[in-house]
């Protein structure tokens, strides 16, 4: 074994391992919090239950709760034709409004960058195309 890995041993050892189920995560916050900031029963009554999940255990079967609702097509809240349209215009100015344009010296150069790939691209495959050419005519004569 390395020293490497006989070092990660030791920090393996020196630090506790991290908690898998959620249930551990929320135990191992709770230790870690400062006891002056109220108990657990406290903070627990002041938070209101978690959505889905109620109280009562014994109202629900473990498992599903029934199937999932489906969705009411004609119940759209979108409204007519043009209030989407000018929704939709109203968005994309406002993320017109964040992007970062680039300056005219940065267009001048970016434009330059370009045209000269494009000089040299076309310049290579018209060579390709020239030098197969060629090799066609050595190969089937003409």
Known sequence: MSEDGEKDKEKGAKRPSRPVTAAARRERRASARPAGK?????????????????SDKAAKPEGKSGPTPKRNRGDDKRGSIFARISRFIREVWAELRKVIWPTRKQMITYTAVVLVFLVFMVALVSGLDFVFLEGMDVVFGE
Request: without cysteine.
């Open 38 to 54: 109220g108990s657990e029963a406290a903070d627990a009554s002041k938070r209101p239950a978690p959505k889905g999940k109620s």
